[in-house]
């Protein structure tokens, strides 16, 4: 494989967050972002990056997969590692969909963590789309491409970014109005507050008017409500500092 990707880190941890959490996965950071979320705590990854080839890509998440390749057990019928695309916003760069092919190739559980502002249709359906819609307090709640919910299938998961009030009555109404949870498994992530390092002058505000939510709060509104979601709360920043990379 001659093609390459602009790369910010591969690195191995556990899965912070989705259905997936607490598992081994590698991460596959790719630069580039054509959204400035308020809440977005990888800022550095819209501009940092070095061009690998796929070939290099594939060497080095198989490297750093060698430890488990003797074990026989599955977590949720997945091999572990897991390997996950993110970004940025993986699918800004077109080598990303051979790459997931040739990762599914062999024989890894694929993610990729997508902001919905790009047409998922094309990803090879053995990967295991993690897909955004934006709520209002991020700043990009017009670049969601509602045309993408007709390509999820019940091994794909939404995720919702909650940070106000105005956030979860978002939430609440397009899982009625698009009927989500008939789809698949649908996430509400809690906005982390963002460590100083974290504070890029290019994300957006928070529009003005928003109210905002603790994660107490939203816990129990979830409960009250039956809403049908799994609550998460970025497991990899309670184990190390917010700011910290490669984790």
Request: with cysteine; hydrophobic share 40%.
């Amino acid at each position: 494989m001659s093609e390459s990707l602009v790369v910010n880190e591969i690195y191995l941890s556990l899965q912070g967050e989705s259905t997936f959490a607490g598992l081994p996965c590698i991460f596959i950071r790719l630069t580039g972002c054509d959204l400035r979320c308020s809440f977005c705590d990888t800022a550095y990854a819209f501009t940092e990056g070095k061009k690998k080839t796929l070939d290099e890509i594939l060497a080095e998440v198989k490297r750093q997969a060698a430890p488990f390749l003797n074990s026989k057990s599955k977590v949720q019928n997945s091999k572990l590692p897991l390997v996950e695309l993110t970004g940025g916003e993986p699918l800004l760069q077109k080598n990303s969909q051979p790459l997931m092919q040739s990762l599914c190739d062999a024989g890894f559980t694929v993610l990729i963590e997508t902001s919905g502002a790009h047409d998922i249709s094309k990803i090879d359906p053995r990967v295991h789309r993690i897909m955004d819609l934006k709520c209002p307090a991020s700043g990009e709640v017009e670049r969601n491409l509602f045309s993408n919910i007709a390509h999820l299938k019940s091994t794909d998961e939404i995720k919702f970014v909650i940070g106000t009030q105005e956030d979860y009555d978002w939430a609440k109404q397009q899982i009625a109005a698009h009927k989500l949870d008939a789809i698949c498994p649908l996430l509400c992530s809690w906005v982390h507050p963002l460590a100083p390092e974290q504070q890029s002058k290019v994300l957006k505000k928070v529009p003005a008017g928003l109210t905002p939510i603790s994660r107490k709060d939203l816990a129990e509104k979830i409960i009250a409500d039956a809403l049908p979601v799994r609550f998460q709360i970025q497991q990899h920043k309670i184990i190390w500092p917010p700011e910290q990379r490669g984790v």
